[in-house]
């Protein structure tokens, strides 16, 4: 028996943005690939961004789940933050054209999908300011925490793009290592902070 | 009397990228805007994507101007450092949709118009090199460039897209900023590099 024709799509959506990025996009390619009629797509999403919208929604699920996943010791705050950082550029890497993807789409702000996605972005954001907060001063933390995101998905992108240190992994991880340090150092020197919570 | 074929084929990527992004780089609809035949594109540059090589090479030429053209007091290193990186972002934010293609559209390491945007590119890396190196150890200066772009650029690419922050420059420029200091801070001590140069 098939799958419901939503669910097809879906699939066909996902593999389509895996496939070729943003590019992937295209309503008679999916329509095709889910054995449905184009119509289809309408009659299951708000619109073909929308069916997007969704897809990136469960990207966001899979890096939360992958940054909880992340081994931790309460008492080594610092390291958990470098592991996260890590785990970021790694599910980065892993998703390859379809994470690249998530920044040639943006979420529509009109629909039921792009509010979907929305909620499952501030879910990882709300991971990584957790963590954050038990370093810095809990009103400082979202500050930071931004502060950080924007630097990994910086150094993140220019590798996957070739932009920058030549695509090598190893190098971006070392930066970005140096980067997370860097920031929380400044926002909370380490000698005064050992014991915080 | 009309521009060569190739200095209208140029305007015309130009526009087109500056209009839609990526997407905009459609070989009908260019030559339809320059006036000629698909065919001369062709004759023009080694392909399609060329053409855009030629003209991101010309964003990156425009960029290191206008770094350049900075004010800066050489007893106040950071300063001048911080009046770079908030150059580059207003840079970013002015060119819109042309800057963002540039991620989209990956060099050509088989080209010569490739080689011409790589190079134009590792001119601008330079100069921010160069400022960097008056407050870092020399041999340190280019992974805290390194460092440096990658986080303004994710500021500013989360900002373009949307991602984070609500799209607000004046909070992006804070956190910037903040980020900056953080990194050059850790890297170089102030109070051991005050008449560093």
């Given amino acids: 028996m098939k799958e419901p024709i939503k669910a097809r799509l879906l699939k066909a959506t996902e593999a389509s943005l895996r496939e070729t990025g943003a590019s992937g996009l295209k309503a008679r390619q999916i329509a095709t690939e889910a054995d449905c009629a184009v119509g289809s797509i309408y009659k299951s ?31 080594a ?70 502060m950080i995101w924007a630097s990994l998905h910086g150094l993140s992108h220019l590798e996957a793009t070739g932009t920058l240190a030549g695509g090598d992994p190893s190098v971006t991880d070392a930066l970005a290592r140096r980067v997370v340090e860097s920031i929380l150092e400044k926002e909370s020197p380490q000698k005064e902070t050992d014991d915080n919570r």
């Fill in 77 to 146: 705050p610092r390291d958990h933050a470098i592991a996260l950082s890590a785990a970021y550029l790694e599910f980065a890497r892993h998703e390859g054209k379809l994470w690249l993807a998530i920044f040639e789409l943006p979420a529509q702000a009109d629909t039921p999908e792009g509010l979907i996605r929305q909620d499952a972005l501030a879910h990882v954001f709300a991971e990584a300011h957790k963590a954050v907060a038990t370093i810095v001063p809990e009103d400082d933390a979202a500050d930071v925490t931004q």
């Fill in 45 to 75: 999403f708000s619109n073909l961004e929308a069916a997007a919208d969704l897809v990136i929604a469960t990207v966001f699920e899979r890096l939360r789940a992958t940054l909880t996943a992340v081994d931790h010791t309460p008492n």
